[in-house]
């Protein structure tokens, strides 16, 4: 096998526990949670960055809070949101995303890093004073200036991060509709990303079709972009989370499992993927 076909079956991670990395390549490290909290990353971890999603900053700044044309702000409280979503309009979210990038680099003693929750909220935000007056100037209409917006902020970053920009995408590769839902434009992100990743989470992973139609379809919107698919690992059956693995090695260039506390089962599902 040569050595960049060895590289791709590899498998990497998301995780919390320090002996995983420089055991599974690439190994992110969640420096930045979508509760506000701060984890530092030992030395080999990719930082990873929850920039537009933060339970705390929503609390102590819920002028910040993504809201709708009702005024409904994107919290756990009011629909149907994980967290709270702050707004990327806000001048002073963006400067402390940007800050949270430059000390994960500074701390991580490395130059790569993933963007997390780089996104609107969903459909219909967001409506807050900010994104108001933000659209009005720009003439754009509404889902033109959200990707403006969001492609502007990752060209903000590319000029920080001098390694590989990875970026999360929602599992959602139907045409449009990553633009229209969550103001991600991801032709004009090729551009600014060394590539994409998209988990695709489930508890159980019992059946595998529905795996194997968001890959097909993100391999089709991406159209040769480095790719990466993220799978849950954490208390999901190994020969689950192994069906879901073949299905996702088959599309994906990389494929991570996230949040998988048990290092041997972890070595297994490499060599699982190293077999093919």
């Known amino acids: 096998m040569s050595e960049a076909g060895a590289n791709a079956r590899r498998l990497g991670v998301v995780t919390r526990y320090k002996e995983h990395v420089g055991a599974f390549s690439p190994a992110f490290w969640e420096v930045k949670d979508v509760s506000g909290a701060w984890v530092a990353q030992p030395l080999g971890a990719i930082p990873m960055v929850s920039c537009f999603g933060d339970n705390r900053l929503g609390k102590a700044h819920p002028e910040w809070i993504q ?36 000390r994960a680099l500074e701390a991580s003693g490395g130059s790569d890093l993933r963007l997390d929750d780089v996104t609107y909220a969903r459909q219909g935000y967001c409506y807050c004073p900010a994104c108001v007056a933000g659209m009005a100037a720009s003439g754009l209409d509404w889902s033109a200036y959200r990707q403006q917006t969001l492609t ?28 229209d839902r969550f103001g991600l434009n991801v032709d004009l992100l090729k551009s600014l990303v060394d590539a994409f990743i ?78 093919g």
């Open 67 to 102: 809201i709708d044309q009702a005024g409904t702000p994107a919290t756990r409280a009011s629909r149907y949101f994980d967290w709270t979503a702050i707004c990327p309009s806000q001048p002073a979210v963006r400067q402390l995303a940007r800050d949270w990038v430059r």
């Open 152 to 179: 502007s902020f990752v060209e903000e970053v590319r000029q920080i991060v001098p390694g590989s920009l990875y970026l999360t995408l929602y599992p959602d590769p139907y045409p449009g509709h990553l633009e």
């Open 198 to 275: 998209t988990p695709i989470y489930d508890l159980t992973y019992s059946t595998t079709y529905w795996v194997e139609d968001i890959a097909h379809g993100f391999v089709d919107r991406l159209a040769g972009s480095p790719w990466m698919i993220e799978l849950y690992g954490l208390d999901v059956p190994e020969s689950a989370v192994g069906r879901a693995l073949d299905v996702a090695a088959f599309y994906a260039d990389r494929v991570l499992i996230a949040y998988e506390r048990d290092l041997d089962k972890l070595k297994r599902l490499e060599a699982r993927l190293q077999g």
